[in-house]
């Protein structure tokens, strides 16, 4: 543990996601609902949005980057939204089918899906603990 409070933890800055395919990446999780803030091409990198926060989704082209199914235990991202399950009625809608259907958790429901290489995002809600949730 650091003693020097100057080094704490202040917040997530970006998380990287591993693709093989900027392109095909970055229409998958469009479709998804993650607005694109920044796409440079020529780096193989893109930036997408996540709510009002600067910090975000970083998309990297990676050699050898392979599309797999995702394993569990894999490392996953949760991000919260309003209603899990609508959630995941609009990511089938959208064309991205959900790894399995909703399923309950202590604060309240959550869907995942993963991306081409199995990178794991899941949407959670805060329904059951509505105290916890944020406010906009």
Same mark, same amino acid.
């Given at each position: 543990?650091?003693?020097?409070?100057?080094? %704490?933890?202040?917040?997530?800055?970006?998380?990287?996601?591993?693709?093989?395919?900027?392109?095909?990446?970055?229409?998958?999780?469009? !479709?998804? %609902?993650?607005?694109?803030?920044?796409?440079?091409? &020529?780096?193989?990198?893109? #930036?997408?949005? #996540?709510?009002?926060?600067?910090?975000?989704?970083?998309?990297?082209?990676?050699?050898? #980057?392979?599309? !797999?199914?995702?394993?569990?235990?894999?490392?996953?991202?949760?991000? &919260?939204? !309003?209603?899990? !399950?609508?959630?995941?009625?609009?990511?089938?809608?959208?064309?991205?089918?959900?790894?399995?259907?909703?399923?309950?958790?202590?604060?309240?429901?959550?869907?995942? #899906?993963?991306?081409?290489? %199995?990178?794991?995002?899941?949407?959670?809600?805060?329904?059951?603990?509505?105290?916890?949730?944020?406010?906009?």
């Amino acid at each position: 543990m650091l003693d020097d409070p100057s080094a %704490g933890l202040l917040g997530f800055d970006n998380v990287l996601f591993p693709v093989g395919d900027l392109g095909e990446a970055v229409a998958f999780y469009e !479709r998804a %609902g993650f607005p694109v803030a920044v796409r440079i091409d &020529e780096l193989g990198l893109a #930036i997408l949005k #996540i709510g009002k926060e600067t910090p975000g989704v970083l998309l990297r082209v990676e050699d050898g #980057i392979v599309p !797999r199914t995702p394993a569990w235990p894999a490392p996953r991202l949760w991000l &919260e939204v !309003r209603d899990a !399950r609508a959630k995941g009625r609009a990511l089938t809608a959208a064309g991205v089918p959900p790894l399995t259907e909703p399923f309950s958790v202590a604060t309240g429901w959550t869907v995942e #899906i993963a991306d081409p290489w %199995g990178n794991v995002v899941g949407f959670t809600d805060y329904l059951k603990r509505p105290e916890l949730a944020r406010s906009s």
